[in-house]
């Protein structure tokens, strides 16, 4: 049985009422089209009929086709973190509910845009050090939110806060391409949910002993977190 495709029509004109500037119109036709049609596919007059703007345009905003999609690469990766940093701050204050609500954000917003996916595996051979700062962004935003966590006796402070960032991310990734993705943007269902919040429940208990002696572990491991608020696991770090 095969797997449901996105498609994504490449209007001529922009949507009615458009009001944005000409660079957000251009990122947002690029990112349609880099995902539906790959990079190799697109063509800079293609995003420029996608957004309803002469080709001749493109080029007071971006350098190149290669330009844009670098570009397109950073705006996912912004979006993201900033989608996640806004469910952070109606969560409950503690760790177990930072990490539903974080994954809740991401696993929405990769389920109204899951040409996401297609995007940053494609960045990995067109653009491969804005594939790995993707990468890099996030998990940084994830190490020190849990490094706040550990001061908090809420994470063991023996884990390595690096480790714990890509172990977020990696889960991340894959619960979404298997219920995004693969579903051509289906929700991912909240059960899904409820068994990655297990996973992470009896995988990542705090440490035994006073909340103050797991603080001081923490600190001893890996230092004081550099001036951040709290909101693991993610944080604002870009």
């Not at 001529?12 to 947002?28: F, M, N």
């Not at 572990?217 to 909101?231: D, I, K, R």
Request: glycine share 8%; with cysteine; proline share 7%.
């Amino acid at each position: 049985m095969g797997v449901p495709t996105v498609t994504v029509a490449a209007s001529r004109k922009p949507a009615v009422g458009d009001e944005r500037p000409p660079a957000q119109r251009l990122l947002s036709a690029a990112e349609h089209l880099f995902g539906e049609r790959s990079y190799s596919r697109t063509s800079v007059a293609g995003i420029c009929a996608r957004a309803g703007m002469a080709t001749g345009s493109f080029y007071a905003h971006f350098h190149s086709k290669a330009d844009i999609f670098a570009a397109v690469i950073r705006q996912i990766n912004s979006d993201l973190r900033a989608t996640m940093r806004d469910a952070l701050v109606r969560a409950a204050d503690n760790q177990r509910a930072r990490e539903r609500a974080s994954y809740r954000a991401f696993f929405d917003l990769m389920s109204e845009r899951p040409w996401i996916y297609r995007i940053v595996r494609e960045a990995e051979f067109v653009a491969p050090a804005e594939f790995k700062a993707y990468y890099e962004r996030l998990a940084r935003g994830y190490a020190r939110g849990v490094r706040i966590a550990q001061l908090a006796g809420e994470v063991d402070a023996h884990y390595d806060p690096e480790v714990l960032a890509y172990i977020y991310a990696g889960l991340g990734n894959f619960v979404g391409m298997r219920w995004a993705e693969w579903t051509a943007g289906g929700r991912v269902p909240d059960d899904v949910l409820d068994d990655l919040m297990q996973v992470l429940a009896r995988g990542l208990p705090p440490a035994g002993g006073s909340a103050a002696a797991v603080r001081d572990a923490a600190m001893a491991a890996h230092g004081p977190p550099q001036n951040l608020p709290p909101g693991p696991p993610v944080s604002s770090d870009s």
